[in-house]
């Protein structure tokens, strides 16, 4: 269930029975020529909504602002500095910490997220589990199997195909492959850590860092989304079994 779509007498009726939330954040970055702007956000929302309704978990709305300066030289991106990111999951989560929940599932789908997300989380009085969704082994099988070396680092074929599935087709048949990647830059780059804007479009014209997102399909896009909604709620599941951390905010009991 959204928790953006109940009332709060039904969010306090479901905190009777459950102290767990599933919290998606994602980006607004341009996604490749045929990706969307809102990839990483579309991708954390749906893929946290399907695995909410199968563990009938409370599911957050997506956190879609976030770091992305390195993609500000192509339009339609919007970014904010880590410093704003942290302060609005902070805030986030001490709501949602207030209100009782004490097991929160961040799921995430932005590389750039990760170092703030753990600096929040590591400071905060209750259970956390910080997940991406690439991060489930069934879900990266299928990468391997359909990409290879293909999925490279941004506007990823695995991302563009699930969106293709769930929301818009931009036909990439005649677009060629990227630049090849070699694993010292993966290394260096993992976590989005690219260069300032300018040099970052100069090096990857098209948007694509790797990806060769021509070869997506609607139908992989079904597979990679399916997998990855049931390890989520997997995942979601045995988090719930994990002893949650302190009572603030807890809600009174009820007769």
């Not at 102290?19 to 893929?47: F, K, N, Y």
């Not at 199968?54 to 602002?65: E, L």
């Not at 990468?143 to 293709?164: C, F, K, L, N, V």
């Amino acid at each position: 269930m959204r928790l953006d779509q109940c009332t709060w007498p039904e969010v306090e009726t479901y905190l009777r029975a459950s102290d767990g939330v599933i919290l998606p954040t994602g980006s607004t970055e341009q996604h490749g020529p045929i990706g969307l702007i809102g990839t990483d956000s579309l991708c954390a929302q749906d893929i946290a909504d399907g695995a909410g309704a199968i563990a009938a978990a409370m599911v957050a709305p997506v956190i879609g602002y976030t770091p992305a300066a390195f993609n500000m030289a192509f339009p339609g991106t919007v970014s904010v500095s880590v410093e704003t990111y942290t302060r609005l999951v902070t805030d986030i989560v001490d709501s949602l910490i207030q209100h009782g929940f004490r097991h929160i599932y961040i799921l995430n789908a932005h590389g750039a997220n990760l170092e703030p997300l753990q600096a929040v989380i590591a400071k905060k009085p209750a259970a956390f589990r910080l997940r991406s969704w690439w991060d489930f082994e069934p879900v990266n099988a299928l990468r391997r199997d359909y990409y290879g070396d293909w999925e490279g680092m941004h506007a990823t074929p695995s991302e563009i195909a699930i969106t293709q599935f769930r929301h818009r087709v931009i036909k990439g048949d005649n677009l060629a492959p990227p630049e090849k990647l070699t694993p010292q830059y993966i290394r260096d780059h993992a976590g989005d850590r690219h260069g300032p804007p300018d040099e970052h479009r100069a090096q990857f014209p098209d948007g694509r860092v790797g990806s060769h997102s021509g070869l997506a399909t609607p139908e992989q896009g079904r597979a990679l989304f399916e997998s990855a909604i049931a390890a989520v709620t997997d995942d979601y599941a045995a988090f719930l079994e994990t002893a949650p951390i302190g009572r603030r905010g807890a809600l009174p009991e009820r007769p």
